[in-house]
């Protein structure tokens, strides 16, 4: 079957275009939006995800993987070529819609306020995971969170009284309680943009090459979960071969999905002899030589794919950017 617009009506060009990437030139991608519609179904998306988080939400749950979908959304809507740039256009959408969207913005706003920092500020920054009284603490839960997120868990139990205490702050409606919020969700978009970045400096090395199908080896079938009731279920598993996780996120029909490719803590680079285990690490092996392997255009690598006649297509993708 041939795709086109009225196919998919938010489609307003043609949805396979063949690509050649030269992974081993230095990475100098741009967001090459094929699908009309693309920026607003991320903002939308967006939109609906961080309303789950931070507004309809009683029991706030707060991890690095819904926190990385955020922003990529937001950066690729906004097609912000910097931190700043991004920010700048968050303030410059249209407020005037109704008061659930201005509300809305205004945490968002908020958020991104928090995780612009200074470099040095942004780059130590702590990643967070909280737990509410629908998902109790395991034993083994820091386990499992390396495990399915690939970033260290800070905290990993919470006795009762701490977690009706959270909650309670979150229901608050005082501009110091969502601030206090807003900085722990800034603080995780930093955390997981440092790992991010250091797997595309990888990436152009040739750890990754394009092609026409992109992975489906989901280790664990119970990561399907609806996160957004009635939005759809995303997918979630680690590819052994490239040593990273596997984000499979629902798009605008149910057989086209995003993709986000999230790098396992640990890498070993064999040509400068790095060995990074986490930020801190990462920010102390940088040196004036080696700084270009890391300041990559773009810090981790989105998809967009399609159903095209039993296999996977790539018909939208970028390498989001951080200044």
Same mark, same amino acid.
């Given at each position: 079957m041939a795709y086109s617009s009225s196919t998919?009506?938010?489609?307003?060009?043609? &949805? +396979?275009?063949?690509e050649v990437i030269d992974v081993a030139a230095p990475l100098r991608l741009e967001i090459k939006t094929k699908l009309g519609g693309g920026a607003e179904i991320?903002?939308?998306?967006?939109?609906?995800?961080?309303?789950?988080?931070?507004?309809?939400?009683?029991?706030?749950?707060?991890?690095?993987?819904?926190?990385?979908?955020?922003?990529?959304? &937001? +950066?690729?809507a906004s097609e912000g070529q910097t931190r700043y740039e991004l920010t700048t256009a968050l303030f410059d959408i249209d407020l005037q819609s109704n008061d659930e969207e201005y509300a809305l913005i205004k945490l968002i706003r908020k958020c991104f306020k928090s995780a612009v920092h200074d470099k040095e500020g942004w780059m130590k920054a702590p990643s967070f995971l909280y737990v509410?009284?629908?998902y109790p603490p395991l034993k083994k839960f820091k386990a499992l969170a390396n495990k399915y997120f690939g970033v260290s868990v800070i905290k990993t139990e919470f006795d009762q009284k701490a977690v009706i205490a959270m909650n309670e702050r979150i229901r608050k409606e005082s501009d110091d309680c969502i601030d206090a919020v807003i900085k722990q969700v800034g603080d995780g978009i930093n955390m997981l943009l440092i790992d991010t970045t250091f797997f595309c400096g990888l990436w152009k090395y040739g750890f990754y090459q394009i092609k026409p199908s992109i992975f489906t080896n989901f280790n664990d079938t119970r990561s399907e979960i609806d996160f957004l009731q009635g939005f759809g279920k995303f997918r979630m598993g680690f590819n052994e071969k490239f040593q990273c996780h596997v984000i499979e996120l629902p798009y605008n029909s149910e057989d086209t999905r995003m993709i986000i490719l999230l790098p396992q803590q640990v890498f070993e680079v064999s040509e400068n002899g790095f060995r990074i285990s986490a930020p801190d690490d990462l920010v102390d092996s940088i040196t004036e030589n080696t700084m270009d392997?890391?300041?990559c255009n773009r810090p981790?690598?989105?998809?967009?794919?399609?159903?095209?006649?039993?296999?996977?297509?790539?018909?939208?993708?970028g390498v989001v950017k951080l200044l």
């Open positions: 998919f009506p938010l489609l307003s060009k043609p &949805l +396979i275009e063949e991320f903002k939308n998306f967006t939109f609906r995800l961080l309303n789950s988080l931070l507004v309809n939400e009683k029991n706030f749950v707060f991890c690095p993987l819904t926190t990385l979908t955020s922003t990529a959304c &937001l +950066i690729a509410s009284e629908r392997m890391f300041r981790f690598m989105f998809f967009v794919v399609t159903d095209v006649g039993g296999k996977d297509m790539i018909v939208f993708h």
